[in-house]
């Protein structure tokens, strides 16, 4: 919903196809090939992460802080997007990259991936004026092979060594 809200040139039809194209792989086909993941591997609660749930929590303070702090330094090329949304992006670039580097179960990393696209995206859609749709619908299309590629990799990783724990893969160093 993000283009809608943006641009307040109207609903034209790259706005409407870039806006139906994100709902429809981020809202509705990443999330059913995630949780089919999930359905098929014995995924259970991370119980011991990199970094602590309570650290990983007060990580977001000074995200937070520095997003703010690079958002105000920032100016966005849309005049009517609210300062906020960039703060936000860079907030999410943040915590997705995050989420990448302290997670041991593959699964919260491909879930990382999408929160730092997200967070990509937004910014793109702040910052920059006049986008072709080829070049968004391009994001699109790697970030929906990113993921599928992410899920059969997760496949054979839970088939071969039963667990997604990342920890396992370092049976394979020789």
Do not use: C
Not at 95 to 111: C, P
């Amino acid at each position: 919903m993000v283009p809608i809200i943006m641009h307040g040139d109207g609903l034209t039809t790259r706005v409407t196809l870039l806006s139906l194209g994100n709902i429809l792989l981020k809202g509705i086909i990443f999330p059913w090939l995630l949780l089919r993941l999930r359905a098929h591997a014995p995924y259970h609660r991370e119980v011991e992460p990199f970094i602590g749930f309570t650290t990983s929590t007060l990580f977001g303070i000074p995200a937070l802080a520095l997003s703010v702090w690079l958002g105000l330094r920032m100016t966005p090329a849309l005049k009517q997007a609210p300062s906020v949304m960039l703060d936000l992006s860079i907030f999410l670039i943040f915590v997705g990259l995050f989420l990448i580097v302290s997670r041991r179960k593959a699964l919260m990393q491909v879930i990382g991936y999408l929160v730092v696209e997200n967070g990509i995206f937004v910014f793109g859609v702040i910052t920059v004026i006049g986008t072709p749709l080829l070049v968004e619908l391009g994001v699109l299309l790697d970030a929906f092979v990113a993921i599928f590629v992410m899920g059969i990799a997760l496949y054979h990783i839970n088939r071969e060594f039963g667990s997604m724990d990342v920890d396992q893969l370092s049976a394979l160093r020789g």
